[in-house]
């Protein structure tokens, strides 16, 4: 191919991600509208006060009948498809707002999705219960999600309260420190729900043992305030619709509807409310989105004054204190620039690397990279790999080592080594082992095939909706970076995951999550990011045909819901089409000059 025409889609993607940035002087993005998250708030704010939320109510089950799937069902996004968790919560939306009847096709056509999905039975007596049964083993032993669920329908009077497994909430009365320890069934960022839905069971549903009922009621008071003192100003648990409306509707539901955690619970969810009737997954990805467009874009792309202020932003979102309830320690990064955010691996190691891309490292700067590398250093895992959020739970998939995080990880202590601070001592000697480590890691985590899988982003094409292309991908070019610094690799990882990779495209030039599926702009670009400069010159040489032809086209903006958020809940983002374009293309262009 030409390398005008490469130049020229580098130069038309590289201009639409700077038309992008905001008055603020950086990236914001925006969520795709969520059935799931909608049919949730639509539940709260019904439980809390029809009456008074009418209007948003409205608005929501509007939304949902306008974008239900031909098929009956609903998925987590507009381009999704139906799924049983999200069309069993958009039903219960409708029957908690009392709006069977209005609905009744809609209606309909759900009860009908739900009885034939695979492991269900019709939705009326005993097939209540073989729905339960159906959504539990979609999410296995994590009960993060499939509990929340099952309390909503409960309460929608869809299924009864014996379908509902009891939560410990209890155990929010112990010291933090002994949680790992306790492997509990649901994960470390989901203390809210924790105490507030393990609350409405009790409350709806008392336990038969009379100690454990004892010990409940004697700590209900103490764990609700914590979770008081746990929420944030935002009102919005990790400023997720989903997480914040099931605290709400369980506390509304216990008559608690004017405790403060409902009604700042409630103001979330009215302040988050978009035009269309429609709720998000999440507020934003604001400094997830920012730190990838820094590391996309060309350094010449952003004035020295632009650099300067995202440098000091990138600085202001460093946390300065222990998180309240994942009690992570000071000095990480979480996605967004809200309150509600917590401070994980992925952002923390994408916050690094941007930091170095701004150029020039001032004491500030320093300080914060070398704050954020000891940060990430505490939360590497006994296997080498790295967690999100907390280390050594280990029980569940968010808090057990991963390869895409690790191999983020890698690529930021690499990076920051020569800038570590010679006053710690053995400070770089400690950072050198933790990549020594986190390479043997990804070395054991690799599978027979050469691929890795990710843990953030997923593909509802493929088997078992797994991404092979996105985690390969991120981990290759990570190997590849750490390569071309000096470090050796274990056996033979990099040839058999290059290889792997490239044979995954598809017939048309593009890549999906796994061979086969349709092509997309993300997978495809961080195909192209990975192989680019590598022996799969014919692959990478057909991907840059279908990636510049989707831009000549005008139809490389339009994204693909491959994002998987907390316990498989799929959103796409509006800027990813952007952010990944411009940063294979730009690697492409480099290789070329």
């Not at 929340?148 to 009077?157: E, K, Q, R, V, W």
């Not at 999906?512 to 670009?525: R, Y």
């Amino acid at each position: 191919m030409k390398g005008d025409r490469v130049g020229a889609a580098l130069d038309a993607a590289t201009a639409a991600l700077l038309a992008e940035m905001g008055a603020a002087g950086h990236w914001s993005g925006e969520l795709s509208s969520s059935a799931l998250s909608t049919a949730t708030a639509v539940v709260a704010l019904a439980l809390v006060d029809r009456e008074r939320h009418g209007d948003l109510i409205g608005g929501g089950l509007g939304w949902l009948a306008t974008h239900v799937n031909a098929d009956g069902g609903w998925g987590d996004t507009t381009r999704s498809q139906s799924n049983i968790s999200t069309t069993a919560l958009c039903w219960a939306a409708f029957g908690t707002a009392e709006a069977d009847e209005e609905y009744r096709e809609v209606v309909a056509g759900a009860e009908g999705w739900l009885a034939a999905a695979p492991g269900s039975a019709p939705v009326a007596g005993a097939g209540r219960g073989v729905l339960a049964a159906a959504i539990a083993r979609r999410y296995g032993k994590d009960r993060t999600f499939s509990v929340p669920i099952l309390m909503t329908l409960a309460l929608a009077g869809r299924i009864g309260w014996e379908n509902v497994m009891p939560l410990p909430f209890e155990l929010a009365a112990l010291p933090h420190q002994v949680f790992g320890a306790l492997r509990l069934p649901v994960v470390s960022y989901a203390l809210p729900a924790l105490i507030a839905i393990g609350q409405t069971i009790h409350f709806h549903r008392p336990t038969r043992n009379p100690l454990a009922r004892w010990i409940r009621e004697a700590t209900k008071r103490r764990t609700l305030r914590v979770l008081e003192s746990i929420q944030p100003a935002s009102g919005g648990f990790l400023e997720a619709t989903p997480l914040t409306s099931f605290v709400t509707m369980s506390l509304a539901s216990m008559g608690l509807a004017r405790h403060p955690v409902t009604r700042k619970g409630a103001e979330f969810l009215r302040a988050s409310a978009r035009a269309d009737g429609s709720w998000a997954i999440d507020s934003n990805l604001t400094t997830w989105v920012t730190t990838l467009a820094i590391k996309a874009l060309p350094r010449d792309a952003l004035a020295s004054e632009q650099r300067l202020r995202l440098r000091e932003w990138l600085c202001d979102q460093q946390f300065r204190d222990e998180h309240p309830f994942t009690h992570a320690a000071p000095h990480g990064w979480a996605w967004t620039n809200l309150p509600g955010g917590v401070p994980d691996a992925d952002d923390t190691a994408g916050a690094l690397l941007a930091l170095l891309e701004l150029g020039a490292i001032g004491p500030a700067a320093a300080l914060a990279g070398n704050r954020g590398v000891n940060w990430l250093l505490n939360l590497q895992n006994r296997d080498g790999g790295i967690p999100t959020f907390c280390r050594g739970w280990g029980a569940l998939p968010f808090d057990r080592s991963s390869p895409d995080l690790t191999a983020h990880a890698l690529r930021a202590w690499s990076a920051w080594l020569p800038h570590l601070s010679s006053i710690i001592p053995k400070y770089r000697e400690r950072t050198a082992r933790a990549i020594a480590r986190g390479l043997d890691f990804l070395a054991a985590s690799q599978r027979a095939d050469g691929t890795w899988l990710p843990l953030w982003f997923g593909n509802e094409h493929s088997p078992d909706d797994e991404n092979f292309t996105y985690g390969t991908a991120l981990v290759l070019t990570a190997l590849r970076e750490l390569a071309g610094r000096g470090y050796t690799m274990p056996h033979d990882m990099m040839r058999r995951a290059t290889e792997r990779l490239a044979a995954m495209q598809n017939a048309d030039g593009g890549w999906s999550g796994g061979a086969g599926g349709p092509s997309s702009v993300e997978e495809t670009a961080l195909a192209l990011e990975a192989l680019a400069g590598t022996a799969q010159v014919g692959a990478v040489e057909n991907g840059v045909q279908w990636l510049v032809g989707k831009v000549e086209a005008g139809t490389w903006r339009e994204p693909a819901p491959i994002g998987f958020y907390f316990a498989k809940l799929w959103y796409y983002e509006r800027l990813y089409p952007l952010l990944f374009t411009v940063a294979a293309l730009g690697r492409i262009a480099a290789l070329r000059v």
